[in-house]
């Protein structure tokens, strides 16, 4: 089984600022098959990013995803206050079959 | 632009059997896959199992043994049953849909609670 392991657990930034969020598999993976998502309080989780890099259907630009083998960033530009939420990071192809991280809780500093 | 939305008993006693249901409005059923997860409180998510158009399941090892998931195209409707739930089986769960490797659509979630 592929272990996803997310830091920090918790961010704190201002918004306007830059937020980068880590992903680490404990094993190397396919960049095809890493996905974001952003969950606000009480909402269903939203498909940020899938293969590792390509943006979902409205997802503002000030989102990138990078990474390969082990690690995969989230970065998130020019903080917007609707950014703050929590951040999973979600891979496939591993057993079971779709694994989550435990997740980055941006928060307003 | 699809839709998907749940309903199901939201309060079970230890022992019984969780059914939830799944709608799909407004979009194609055949071609994707169709997943539901779950999420106990102030925790992360957990992939329970998927279903696609023609009824072929995958499920997580950890919950096979009690899960099914079962589709009914004619309604564009997917089922999840849990049997023998506990209070660790409290949690919200969501369907969504899924390309192979991802979900980019999610229903609004139900709270099933699990307590004598």
């Known amino acids: 089984e592929i272990v996803l392991t997310q830091s920090p657990g918790t961010l704190s930034l201002s918004p306007g600022e830059r937020a980068t969020l880590s992903c680490r598999a404990s094993?190397?993976?396919?960049?095809?098959?890493l996905a974001w998502y952003q969950q606000k309080r009480g909402q269903a989780p939203r498909l940020l990013i899938y293969?590792?890099?390509s943006r979902a259907t409205g997802i503002p630009d000030r989102f990138s995803g990078s990474g390969f083998g082990t690690h995969f960033t989230l970065t998130i530009n020019r903080l917007d206050p609707e950014d703050f939420a929590v951040y999973y990071c979600?891979?496939?192809?591993?057993?079971?079959?779709?694994?989550f991280g435990q997740g980055t809780k941006l928060e307003i500093k | 632009q699809v839709q998907l939305q749940q309903w199901g008993a939201g309060v079970l006693k230890p022992s019984e059997t969780l059914s939830l249901t799944c709608g799909v409005f407004?979009?194609?059923?055949?071609?994707?896959?169709w997943s539901w997860l779950r999420q106990p409180p102030k925790k992360g998510l957990e992939w329970i199992g998927r279903?696609?158009?023609?009824?072929?399941?995958k499920y997580n090892p950890s919950l096979e043994s009690r899960v099914t998931i079962s589709v009914d195209t004619s309604k564009n409707q997917l089922s999840l049953e849990l049997s023998s739930v506990t209070a660790a089986d409290t949690a919200v769960y969501y369907c969504?849909?899924?390309?192979?490797?991802?979900?980019?659509?999610w229903g609004q979630g139900t709270l099933v609670t699990v307590s004598s």
């Open positions: 407004g979009g194609s059923f055949s071609g994707y896959y």
């Open positions: 279903v696609n158009h023609s009824g072929f399941t």
């Open positions: 293969g590792a890099s």
């Open positions: 969504a849909r899924g390309e192979v490797d991802y979900f980019d659509h």
């Open positions: 979600q891979l496939y192809g591993s057993s079971p079959m779709y694994t």
């Open positions: 094993q190397s993976v396919s960049s095809s098959y």
